[in-house]
DNA sequence: GTCTATATATAGATAGAC
DNA sequence: GTCTATCTATATATAGAC
């Protein structure tokens, strides 16, 4: 979106810049973070990270950007392997369970919009909607293909909302627990007593 | 913990601080939030400010010990009332709804503290982290109650963090969509299952 | 594209009169 | 306990040589 991603000796900086930039905003939030902190941090002169970018708002749009991409360019096919709901449901556990304990920072970053949103920028916004929507899109898509719901959005989009509030809950205790994960197990026993609470056939009861 | 919360004209000053201060940063974070913010909002001088908590980390830790006890003392007692495990389990999902929806900005000032943790005081870790326990026994307790675990706390244990990380995931859900409640009835679904799922004689099926 | 040097604003914090 | 005035550090951002 801002400017191709692999080239010479500046595009290497560019990428050293927003990896720190990246991993700073993730520890200490937007606000805490400081130029002068990424520059001692990356070893380039505060002047480069303007000329690069043109402003902090600027890195932080592009830090954010380049999460997302990442983010979701990692998420497996929504169309869930498996010949029956179990194996898929089971499957789609498991993938969504490592993109999570994957991607931590990147989650991190995307979560902490949410305490300096006030004041960010449209484009910092939009980047994180962005985000999200996809995400949601994303979720929404596998469980329906893992519960056989082309006839009932409506139940997808709650499995989905399920899910992903999950997920946010799960990277909020890590900020006090480190090393919590996404307990895939309860999950699933919710997930698939909602889809029977809407009449979905989910052969073979829960326990 | 820190004084008397109800005398003449200094109290005054020092609960005028507090409220500006905990709404500030509930709004934009620690780090973006500025002495001189908080004093130009609450029309006391910064010096008045120092005075009275010593440093902007000692108006923060005050502003959650504040948000901690008054969210703590809003909590219903953890023996939910209701004579059957319907009555009981709809008591405490009316009552956690409640309280997430009447305590936005503390839950969100608690939540905040994330993505600051890695530079704020012990003594605002532990402040927090008081409150995390206590709010995590509570559930624990009335959880137990409506179920009947008192010889299953390993079980109260997972419902109760269940119950918890979804309440979060809400909390992270409005900050991209304000007016994004507790969806209390999913939750129902889930927690019955979850309870079945362990053993625990569940009277009647979810659906 | 990267460097040194610097402009300008504001941050957190204090001094001391009242 | 509250005020004005101020210290010092650091913040974002730019200028201009190389």
Same mark, same amino acid.
């Given at each position: 979106m801002t400017e191709a991603p692999a080239r010479g000796r500046g595009a290497r900086s560019r990428d050293a810049i927003l990896d720190t930039a990246g991993e700073l905003m993730a520890r200490h939030g937007y606000a805490a973070t400081s130029i002068s902190m990424i520059s001692a941090a990356c070893g380039l002169p505060v002047s480069s990270l303007y000329w690069h970018f043109g402003s902090k708002d600027g890195i932080y749009v592009a830090v954010l950007e380049r999460a997302q991409t990442t983010l979701l360019a990692a998420l497996?096919?929504?169309?869930?392997? /498996?010949?029956d709901l179990d194996e898929r449901l089971e499957a789609f556990l498991t993938e969504v369970g490592d993109a999570f304990q994957r991607h931590q920072p990147s989650v991190r970053l995307l979560l902490g919009l949410g305490m300096v949103q006030q004041d960010a920028t449209a484009a910092a916004v939009a980047e994180v909607r962005h985000y999200r929507d996809a995400l949601m899109q994303w979720a929404r898509d596998a469980l329906s293909c893992v519960f056989g719901l082309r006839e009932r959005p409506e139940v997808a989009d709650e499995l989905a909302r399920f899910t992903l509030r999950m997920a946010s809950g799960t990277a909020v205790a890590r900020w006090f627990?480190? /090393?919590?994960?996404?307990?895939?197990g309860p999950l699933r026993v919710a997930l698939r007593a909602l889809a029977a609470h809407h009449g979905v056939a989910v052969r073979g009861a829960p326990e």
């Open positions: 497996p096919p929504a169309e869930v392997p /498996g010949r627990d480190a /090393g919590a994960a996404l307990e895939t």
